[in-house]
């Protein structure tokens, strides 16, 4: 079995085989033969991470490290010192986050099969989301911040190719689509900025990027809990051997940094000033943090996500809700050292994650567009991993990651599917009604020109509600479980470590919870209940198979995803299920991963509050108000009409980024390219100083010294040389015999040469 | 002997040169050419170029005269006209003067030069080691030091091996040892093949200098045996053919202890063999029954014994059997050299001669097929294509230029 | 081994002698197919050359020499004896003289 982490290689391979299939070939394969190519590859990946799993279950959880054939030598500078292998580490984490990625990937790519159905550029689709794979297959799977950052930019690339994949829509929806995915390539830039620039200082400080070297392992913390953190040797081995059983030479960054916190005083030099390690710990934390906001669309870089849901519904399912996004929480787990070990940093990231969690899920309730709303929705469930990493809670965070990734993926398909179902629709009432209805402008995803599908798409929408009660953290839904977690966590360090950041992130998070079971009761609302508010929506129609048993099976996994990972102390589900699962698998490469407990007290109010937020969207969105909706109820009450406006307004985040950011950018450069290069460096510099004197300077050596001198010289060699040939021409007389009498001279004057030695001995000279 | 049908044959190849040079009728010319050709075969003979010599007659004077008869008959070329009025009147005094010079400078070199000064050895001495002794399992041969076998198990031969002449001491280690077993001393001349064969016991070792004979045999059905004998208890041995003391045919007579044999010619075949005391008494020693002999080998046998745990004794019979060297010149080194070091030559040679086929296939296949004549055609227009250009279509080539 | 009875020198000379015979021969007839039958005497007397050396050096390489020589001979005389008959063909002459197509 543990020849199975060999395999590892395979996972990035494989889809890199698929998507090479689908580029060269995939204008003959036909859909069909591009389909079965890019589901084989992400299933086949998949089934490399299960194997995988097997190994690491069956040799004890025991981390590996395998070098990447013919990579192995990636980046090798010797005379600097700098050796970065590709290399592959296998262990819980990276497993987990494999899993998730290939499995959900795999579910999407036979969605999108369906989905993509006639497309113009079927195969190229398939050729980007295999290349998604391969990237962010690397990104998960790398043992160094280096293979992470290269996954990092390379899921980067396929978000832009993706999000602006029907650039060429007709009626300026294509600028759209292109606009939307220069935002996220742009916005994404200032985040992978710091994420740069963390990295290099990890370097700086350790001189190294892997995260263990190959047979190291983990320096585990003594006890579980955020109380004791001062990290000693794993607790079954006593502290003396456990010292002889130090890792020598060379660490990876997370035991050095261990044993430097550890012994204390350690500084870090930069040439100029030298920091502490702790401080440095810090900078390089907050510059991670701001690469994870980039990623993972928390404030102030969220603002691409929900433009990014231009893209086609599998690509933001897959992504931007269910993978993608979370490589910055997976960023922040995978650093958990370096993270706790800086308390302000925790204290920033708890409070951006909160802050998120509650603006997201407050934007969302003002959303029209079906996947605009589950956008931000999955902006503030980020919010949640993201203030989850900074209580402390990784394994929660990792939890929710997971959950998130079911239902949220779970949620967009059934989007996906709405869509696809009303726009059939209005192809069929176009159909029947003449041409003069395709000249409406009619939007598919718009939730006011729906309502009444439950009827229409059964499939879909008893799916979508299991996704809707997961989301909303009903209990025994996945999300319940992972969200009560979080709270849990959060509210923890508030009492018993007396923090701040504990409170207030428990109090925003919970109404962000409250928000989030609200938009999602509207959302169900405005489009499944009710009559049918379009011709469109009343002759909808259900989805391809392809597209239902992806939902079927996403359904099935938010319904029981949550109990991967159940409380201590739960009654009856802890004793069937296993308590805290998956936190004792990543412990094994997590670090500072601890379990949740249960406190019915809390989650009971949660479900409660949930259940309260349900009633009241039901309240708010009765019937009666879904028959003739002519305004959002909320924007019809004159005591939230104002709170609406915002939120439909989005916050006037975007009107702020292009007032203080976009536009003195854009004005600034206006100015340099005017002045500085074109009045200075093209008219003065290049006109008049370079161009000016070299022309000067060959008009004189044009005359006198090119004609003059140059040109007479070598019309009178070739003259010589003429006169010469015209004597020599009569050599040649056009006699063989002629010839062959010269050859034999000449051959006669080379024996002459050999043997002049012999000669002059003749003659005596 | 040699000398004198040298300067016959050089003579009839001068003067069969010059009656082709000098011979009115091509034919003529041709045939003398043949003789000529012929002359050159004899002289690749004495410089022992068998090979060469068949491949010149067949291929040269006849293939490729064949050719040139052909040629000559196909186009009625055979009566050339004479030299009338010579375009270049100072060709012959040029051409002659010139051949003097060429070989008064011919001369120069090889009397005051160095060809054939120096000649090197033709055919270096072979050398191998073969361990017979007994109680030994593995040993060591070094030739003045260098290494000539390593580790040779007991009734093994090591691969001849090429080796400078010269006067060697020769040295037997136990395999890995620092302590010689045995020396011996051996000259190595021109054209021998010598097996070092280790004889005895661990205690009393012997190293036995066995020429063998390599070269090959004038009959098919025959090989050369040389034979060593290793059997202690005897003072001489004899082996015969069969098992009759009195009726087998006697193939090595009143061999010593320690002696290798001078190479015999014996028949090939199938046959018992018998190793008889020599003396009064002949008793027999050992006997090999149904040995299979192959023609065109050379064999060396070791006959021999060693010891059993219980103080009783095997017999051995070491047979070990090389193919006879190539001669030089003959068709086997020719082709040996041909396919081995200049196999890359031979395959350019032979894409040359792939070139010639089709080059001759393209230059006569005009013969085969009428020549068609466009560009005659194309000089002499019709009537109708030299008619004036119509005033419309010059206006719309105008335009079109 | 004891001097060869007939010393490498004799074959060199004699080697010359015909070589030289057929450069004669190339330079003064005129018949396209004597200069042809020179040239293959020529080839001849450079074979013998390297057989003696072949037997003075002991080793096969001038022997293998010579057996190319004679390859390319054979390929040599199919082309040129292919464009002897080709130039006959169009000249009705196989006089190289005839063959020239300079104008002076």
């Not at chain 1, 550890?262 to 401080?279: Q, Y």
């Not at chain 1, 409070?351 to 997201?360: E, S, V």
């Not at chain 1, 009619?442 to 309502?451: E, L, T």
């Not at chain 2, 018992?272 to 046998?301: A, C, I, K, N, Y």
């Amino acid at each position: 079995m543990e020849n199975f982490y060999n395999l590892v290689p395979l996972i990035v391979i494989i889809p890199a085989i698929g998507l090479l299939i689908n580029l060269f070939a995939g204008k003959y394969l036909g859909e069909k033969g591009v389909g079965i190519v890019a589901v084989g590859a992400s299933t086949g990946a998949f089934l490399v991470s299960v194997l995988l799993w097997i190994a690491l279950v069956d040799t004890g959880f025991e981390a590996a490290v395998v070098n990447m054939p013919l990579l192995d030598g990636w980046i090798r500078i010797p005379s600097a010192g700098v050796e970065i292998p590709w290399q592959f580490r296998v262990d819980t984490l990276s497993v987990t986050m494999m899993l998730v990625v290939t499995g959900v990937g795999t579910l999407i790519h036979l969605y999108a099969v369906g989905y993509m159905h006639g497309d113009e550029r079927f195969p190229r689709f398939f050729v980007y989301m295999n290349l998604f794979l391969v990237f962010m297959l690397t990104l998960v799977s790398g043992n160094n911040f280096l293979m992470m950052f290269v996954g990092w930019e390379g899921v980067g690339l396929c978000s832009y190719l993706l999000i602006g994949f029907w650039f060429d829509k007709p009626g300026g929806e294509g600028w759209r689509n292109s606009d939307a995915a220069r935002k996220a390539f742009i916005v994404n830039r200032v985040g992978d900025f710091g994420l740069v620039l963390g990295v290099l200082i990890t370097f700086w400080t350790f001189g190294t990027l892997d995260y263990y070297r190959p047979h190291e392992e983990p320096l585990h913390v003594a006890a579980h809990g955020a109380e004791e953190s001062a990290p000693v040797f794993a607790p079954d081995v006593p502290e003396a051997e456990a010292v002889e059983h130090a890792p020598s030479g060379p660490l990876g960054v997370f035991n050095q940094a261990h044993l430097w916190l550890e012994e204390g005083g350690h500084r870090v030099d930069f040439g100029l000033f030298s920091m502490s390690f702790e401080a440095t710990l810090t900078v390089i934390t907050l510059l991670f943090l701001l690469g994870a906001t980039g990623k993972s669309a928390q404030i102030p870089l969220f603002v691409w996500l929900p433009d990014a849901m231009a893209g086609p519904t599998p690509v933001s399912a897959l992504i931007h809700a269910a993978t993608m996004v979370t490589a910055g929480v997976y960023m922040m787990v995978r650093s958990n050292v370096f993270f706790h070990a800086s308390d302000t940093t925790s204290f920033v990231v708890t409070l951006i994650g909160a802050t998120t969690a509650l603006m997201a899920g407050f934007i969302a309730m003002g959303q029209w567009d079906i996947k605009k709303v589950l956008a931000y929705s999955t902006v503030s469930q980020l919010g949640f991993m993201v203030a989850a990493v900074g209580v402390g809670a990784y394994a929660a965070a990792m939890f929710h990651l997971v959950t998130h990734a079911f239902f949220k993926a779970l949620l967009f398909l059934g989007s996906g599917s709405v869509i696809h179902g009303v726009e059939h629709g209005h192809h069929h009432v176009a159909h029947a009604h003449g041409d003069e209805h395709h000249a409406e402008p009619f939007d598919p995803q718009d939730i006011r020109n729906m309502g009444g599908l439950r009827h229409r798409m059964p499939v879909t929408y008893w799916t979508y509600l299991i996704g809707m009660l997961a989301l909303a953290g009903v209990i025994p839904f996945a999300g319940f479980w992972s969200k009560d977690e979080i709270l849990l966590d959060t509210l923890k360090l508030g009492t018993e470590q007396g923090r701040l950041d504990g409170y207030v992130g428990f109090v925003l998070l919970l109404v962000a919870a409250v928000f989030t079971a609200f938009y999602m009761t509207r959302q169900v609302a405005l489009v499944f209940w009710g009559a049918p508010r379009t011709e469109a929506a009343a002759h909808a129609s259900e989805s391809s198979p392809t597209m239902t048993v992806p939902l079927v099976i996403l359904a099935v996994l938010s319904v029981i995803g949550g109990f991967m990972n159940i409380p201590d102390g739960f009654p009856v589900l802890g004793s069937l299920f296993g308590v805290h699962e998956l936190t004792s698998w990543l412990e094994h490469s997590v670090v500072y991963a601890h379990a949740g407990s249960f406190n019915f007290l809390l989650a009971t109010a949660a479900v409660l509050l949930a259940l309260a937020a349900i009633y009241a969207g039901r309240l708010v969105y009765n019937d009666r108000v879904l028959r003739t909706l002519r305004l959002d109820p909320l924007e019809a009450d004159p005591r939230t009409s104002r709170a609406f406006a915002l939120a439909n307004a989005k916050l006037y985040w975007d009107e702020f980024y292009f007032k203080y950011i976009v536009y003195p950018f854009r004005d600034a450069a206006h100015w340099l390219a005017d002045r500085l290069d074109w009045a200075f460096w093209h008219d003065f510099v290049h006109n008049e100083v370079i161009y000016g004197t070299f022309q000067r300077a060959t008009r004189v050596l044009t005359e006198p010294v090119d004609r003059g001198l140059i040109d007479r010289a070598f019309n009178a060699i070739g003259e010589a040389i003429r006169a010469a040939a015209a004597r020599l021409r009569t050599i040649q007389t056009g006699y063989v015999r002629t010839y062959a009498l010269s050859v034999l001279f000449g051959a006669l004057l080379v024996m002459f040469i050999i043997l002049l030695p012999v000669i002059r001995e003749l003659l005596g000279m | 002997m040699e000398l004198t049908l040298f300067i016959i044959v050089g003579a009839i190849a001068v003067v069969t040169a010059v009656m082709m040079l000098i011979s009115e009728n091509a034919v003529h010319s041709a045939l003398f050419l043949v003789l000529n050709f012929a002359c050159i075969a004899f002289f690749f003979l004495m410089l022992s170029g068998a090979f060469l010599a068949m491949v010149q007659i067949t291929v040269y004077a006849g293939a490729i005269m064949v050719l040139f008869l052909f040629v000559i008959m196909l186009l009625g070329a055979e009566r050339l006209r004479p030299e009338q009025n010579p375009r270049f009147p100072w060709m012959v005094p040029a051409a002659i003067a010139l051949a003097l010079i060429f070989l008064v400078t011919v001369s120069l070199a090889i009397i005051r030069g160095e060809v054939g000064a120096s000649s090197r050895q033709i055919e270096q001495p072979y050398v191998r080691a073969v361990n017979a002794v007994d109680q030994l399992e593995a040993v060591d041969v070094y030739l003045d030091g260098a290494l000539i076998a390593e580790n040779l198990a007991y009734g093994e031969a090591s691969a001849f091996t090429p080796w400078e002449r010269g006067r060697y001491d020769i040295t037997l280690y136990p395999a890995g040892a620092e302590e010689p077993l045995a020396t011996a001393k051996v000259d190595l001349n021109r054209g021998e093949a010598i097996s070092f064969t280790a004889l005895g016991t661990r205690a009393d070792p012997l190293l036995v200098v066995a020429d063998e004979d390599l070269r090959g045999t004038d009959r098919s059905d025959a090989l050369r045996v040389t034979v060593v004998n290793g059997v202690r208890s005897v003072e001489r041995i004899d082996v015969v053919r069969g098992t009759d003391p009195v009726a087998s045919e006697i193939l090595i007579d009143d061999l010593p202890y320690g002696a290798a044999s001078r190479p015999v010619l014996i028949t090939g075949g199938t046959t018992d063999l018998s190793v008889f005391s020599d003396g009064v008494r002949r008793d027999r020693l050992m006997t090999f029954s149904d040995r299979t002999l192959t023609p065109e080998q050379g064999h060396l046998w070791v006959f021999t014994t060693r010891a059993r745990p219980d103080n009783s004794f095997d017999n051995v019979f070491l047979s070990l059997e090389s193919n006879a060297l190539p001669s030089f010149g003959g068709p086997t080194s020719i082709g040996l050299t041909l396919f081995a070091r200049y196999i890359l030559p031979m395959q350019m040679v032979a894409v040359v001669l792939l070139v010639a086929m089709i080059g001759t296939i393209i230059f006569t296949r005009d013969m085969l097929a009428p020549r068609r004549v466009f560009v005659r055609r194309l000089a002499n227009p019709p009537a109708e294509l030299q008619a004036p250009i119509a005033p419309e279509a010059a206006s719309r080539s105008s335009l079109e230029g | 081994m004891e001097p060869p009875e007939v010393a490498t020198e004799l074959y060199v000379l004699l080697s010359a002698i015909l070589f030289i015979l057929g450069t004669l021969g190339v330079l003064l007839r005129r018949n396209a197919i004597l200069i042809f039958m020179s040239v293959e005497l020529m080839l001849n007397a450079a074979n013998l050359a390297l057989a003696a050396f072949a037997r003075q050096w002991g080793t096969l390489d001038g022997q293998l020499l010579v057996f190319f020589v004679m390859t390319i001979a054979a390929a040599e005389v199919a082309v040129g004896l292919a464009l002897i008959v080709a130039i006959f063909r169009t000249k009705k002459s196989t006089d190289i003289d005839d063959l020239h197509l300079f104008k002076n």
